[in-house]
């Protein structure tokens, strides 16, 4: 797990993390309703907040405080209501649909807690898909490369139903890291895992973070999972409250405990 940096409490209770020019992805005043008229609800309130790059990031917060839908708006999975979101110094509400499609095949990576693997194609088949889709054909190599990157090189030929949940999971992070995005959206990477094979999970993505360089913002539930980030942000209400660097399961726990988590 990440230790804390020199003169930086463990466990320490800062404010939100500024905007700042070496961002991987930045939200500005980002609201999201749903629905229309007297009936809207808020998911999200005016929410700034920003993910340096080569960090590693949980969102956490009690169910229905927003984790999801800030998600699903940093990676463009959802468009704000109101509210800017860059990737880079990119403004995402500024491009067309098939730009943002385009930009989230090339610049960012998903990893969802259902793995969401085509059953009938091999794991070299599921991890070159996406960079298929873009219209590039990655070569045995790079495929094989990212097996190996997650410590499967010997189950390229091998189908999602001839794999264990850990080892599908890892197969979708090989599929979203095979196109170095900027940054790695994880949603509830470990939530279908076991302890032990969750942990696995959870090193691997420490380890894409400290030896790779890349960005990984991840929603989970759980404590443990939350302590191998760099920093926790916490969410309710659909707004910002607070976050942890330096996170440990006691200091997150306590945190979520305020929160009513």
């Not at 500005?28 to 309703?33: D, F, G, K, N, P």
């Not at 691997?204 to 443990?224: E, F, I, K, N, W």
Request: glycine share 12%.
């Amino acid at each position: 797990m990440r230790r804390p940096r020199t003169g930086e409490a463990e466990g320490e209770d800062v404010s939100v993390t500024g905007i700042g020019v070496r961002q991987a992805v930045t939200l500005s005043a980002v609201v999201r309703r749903y629905g229309r008229g007297d009936g809207q609800v808020p998911a999200l309130r005016g929410v700034d907040c920003a993910f340096a790059r080569g960090s590693f990031t949980a969102v956490m917060g009690p169910s229905g405080s927003g984790k999801s839908t800030l998600l699903q708006c940093a990676a463009g999975l959802d468009r704000p209501t109101s509210g800017r979101v860059f990737i880079g110094d990119t403004d995402i509400g500024a491009l067309s649909e098939t730009e943002l499609t385009e930009l989230r095949r090339e610049r960012i990576g998903f990893v969802f807690q259902s793995f969401n693997l085509m059953p009938s194609l091999t794991a070299r088949k599921n991890v070159a898909l996406p960079m298929r889709l873009a219209g590039r054909s990655p070569s045995r190599a790079q495929v094989d490369a990212a097996l190996q990157q997650v410590g499967l090189a010997d189950r390229g030929g091998h189908r999602p139903a001839e794999l264990s949940g850990g080892q599908q999971q890892r197969v979708a992070i090989a599929r979203a890291l095979i196109s170095s995005p900027d940054v790695l959206f994880a949603d509830e990477p470990t939530g279908a895992l076991d302890t032990t094979t969750g942990r696995a999970v959870l090193a691997l993505l420490r380890s894409v973070v400290d030896h790779a360089g890349q960005t990984v913002v991840m929603v989970t539930h759980d404590p443990v999972a939350a302590s191998w980030a760099d920093r926790v942000l916490f969410l309710s209400d659909g707004a910002v409250h607070g976050e942890l660097t330096g996170p440990t399961v006691a200091s997150v726990s306590e945190h979520l405990a305020r929160l009513g988590g």
